[in-house]
């Protein structure tokens, strides 16, 4: 757990060191936590939704990573989507900042609230875009259309799909 806790205090720090010293179990505890999280937000503190809501999560986590490592091997790339995906599950851990913004709602002006916002999604994605850079070894460039082609590949197909149902009805 000392990687884990070490990813919360400075996760730029650890991912700058060895990439290999994280286990299946860190990323799985990450995922647990996330998810209490996400259930958390719902009000819906029960069994079933939280196992509905954890098989969603490492589903969607899991086609993210796919992808991602689909298109690196199309780069040229070494697999390394076990790899991957325990790095990208502790990233998710970093949501647990997200709590006390939500908290400091009703005490700050919405626009030191937004700003605050910003900068966590900014420090998120920063983190992201540093871990896809440290596990295929590629550029900060590279790095970056690795993360955004998931998001555009998944929300063209739900686009995609909505217009079809829509033309079919």
Request: glycine share 6%; net charge positive.
């Given at each position: 757990?000392v990687?884990v ?103 700050v ?61």
């Amino acid at each position: 757990m000392v990687v884990v806790l070490n990813y919360l205090v400075n996760p730029f720090k650890q991912l700058n060191g060895s990439l290999k010293r994280l286990s299946l179990w860190h990323s799985l505890f990450s995922l647990v936590v996330f998810t209490l999280f996400l259930i958390s937000l719902g009000n819906r503190y029960t069994i079933f939704s939280f196992l509905v809501q954890f098989l969603l999560v490492v589903v969607v986590l899991s086609l993210v990573v796919g992808i991602i490592d689909f298109i690196a091997q199309l780069l040229k790339k070494k697999s390394a989507a076990v790899l991957l995906f325990k790095w990208l599950a502790v990233s998710t851990m970093l949501w647990i900042y997200i709590t006390p913004l939500m908290l400091l709602a009703s005490h700050v002006s919405v626009v030191w609230l937004l700003l605050l916002y910003v900068v966590f999604f900014s420090i998120y994605f920063k983190v992201q875009v540093l871990t896809i850079k440290k596990v295929y070894g590629i550029r900060t460039v590279q790095a970056f259309i690795l993360l955004s082609l998931p998001g555009v590949l998944l929300g063209g197909g739900i686009l995609l799909f909505g217009l079809n149902l829509i033309t079919y009805f």
